[in-house]
């Protein structure tokens, strides 16, 4: 799935050839081949890879995968359902970016809200992108925790 800049999402299933020929910058191969392996039961190293020769990064980190440029993000499995509630929430971000509205809470106070509600000057597509996938992974993790809690 590819996520433009404004929020739009374009879902396509694109053989391995065109995923290469869409890429603007040539990725070096050994990042390639973390993209695209075949096994996703294979345990892997969480990993942040800014590559500013290609001016992407790639996010590899819990259930996440994805390969952001400046413009666009491409999404890795976004049929699994804690993809798509991922999707949506960066989707949410990026159509209200810009409009300062009055941020929904749940009833809890969490810096990720008050950092977001006192932004003052304008974040980076790339920045968004980030803070979605981090903020996701964490509160994946104290979903957890809150299970296994005593």
Excluded: W
């Amino acid at each position: 799935m590819e996520i433009g800049k404004n929020g739009e999402n374009i879902t396509t299933n694109v053989s391995t050839e065109e995923l290469l020929r869409s890429i603007p910058k040539k990725l070096p191969l050994r990042d390639l081949r973390m993209l695209l392996r075949a096994s996703k039961n294979v345990h892997r190293i969480p990993a942040l890879l800014p590559r500013p020769s290609s001016d992407c990064y790639i996010f590899d980190i819990e259930h996440i995968r994805l390969l952001c440029y400046s413009d666009k993000c491409l999404v890795f499995d976004p049929e699994r359902n804690i993809m798509k509630n991922f999707i949506a929430e960066i989707n949410e971000d990026l159509r209200d970016h810009g409009n300062h509205k009055q941020l929904k809470s749940n009833g809890s106070c969490s810096i990720t809200h008050f950092y977001k509600s006192s932004i003052l000057q304008d974040s980076d597509f790339e920045h968004i992108i980030l803070e979605n996938a981090l903020s996701n992974v964490v509160q994946k993790f104290k979903r957890h925790l809150e299970i296994i809690k005593p």
